[in-house]
Antibody
Framework: QVQLVQSGAEVKKPGASVKVSCKAS????????IHWVRQAPGQRLEWMGW????????KYSQKFQGRLTITRDTSARTAYMELSFLRSDDTAVYYC????????????WGQGTMVTVSS | DIVMTQSPLSLPVTPGEPASISCRSS???????????LDWYLQKPGKSPQLLIY???NRASGVPDRFSGSGSGTDFTLKISRVEAGDVGVYYC?????????FGPGTRVVIK
């Protein structure tokens, strides 16, 4: 069965960086893009960016340009989201999600990773 | 960016009764390929979002036929024919037409 398993919760200080992993299983990793979506407390879901797991091409939301880096390791079947220069308003649950091409929708999601930014 | 709005933001429902959620986009979600790039997700309390409806009106695998999606252009509706207690949570619409993909504010469904 398809699974996306994310790394554990993180607590970071303002100005630091965080790197969250998303390990895929149950399907051919390189055939599906991985997207990252975050949810700040009490807020709506917010799309951050995505990576083509096959060729590594990526696209980021303008909001995170310069701070966000999405990568993948095909041998480890794992995608990564690194956010730098963290601020308190980056405190959120970060999700990875697989996008199904035929569905044009996120058909599987990771369990979420809580990132807390606090001095 | 495409702006997504939803109404109502809170929806008290009675089990066995129908429910309806409206979603509107700031521009048409009709792709040149003829598909409408509007999806619906349910986020149950403490859980990750789960896909309910894709491309406007298609139920995702395992989703009961009590759920249906309709609409076109900029106006969309999610309907639950008979609400069950397990349907509580926050329902989000999302446009997948163009990055940045954007979500509505969510509609919180609670049992009366």
């Amino acid at each position: 069965q398809v699974q996306l398993v994310q790394s554990g919760a993180e607590v970071k200080k303002p100005g630091a960086s965080v790197k969250v992993s998303c390990k895929a299983s149950g399907y051919t990793f390189i055939n599906y893009p991985i997207h990252w979506v975050r949810q700040a407390p009490g807020q709506r879901l917010e799309w951050m960016g995505w990576i083509n797991a096959g060729n590594g091409n990526r696209k980021y939301s303008q909001k995170f340009q310069g701070r966000l880096t999405i990568t993948r390791d095909t041998s480890a079947r794992t995608a990564y989201m690194e956010l730098s220069f963290l601020r308190s308003d980056d405190t959120a649950v970060y999700y990875c999600a697989r996008m199904s091409g035929p569905l044009e929708a996120f058909d599987f999601w990771g369990q979420g990773t809580m990132v807390t930014v606090s001095s | 960016d495409i702006v997504m709005t939803q109404s109502p933001l809170s929806l008290p429902v009675t089990p066995g009764e129908p429910a309806s959620i409206s979603c509107r986009s700031s521009q048409s979600l009709l792709h040149s390929n003829g598909y409408t790039y509007l999806d619906w997700y349910l986020q149950k309390p403490g859980k990750s979002p789960q896909l309910l409806i894709y491309l406007g009106s298609n139920r995702a695998s395992g989703v009961p036929d009590r759920f249906s999606g309709s609409g076109s252009g900029t106006d969309f509706t999610l309907k639950i024919s008979r609400v069950e207690a397990g349907d509580v949570g926050v329902y989000y619409c999302m446009q997948a037409l163009q990055p940045p993909f954007t979500f509505g504010p969510g509609t919180r469904v609670v049992i009366k």
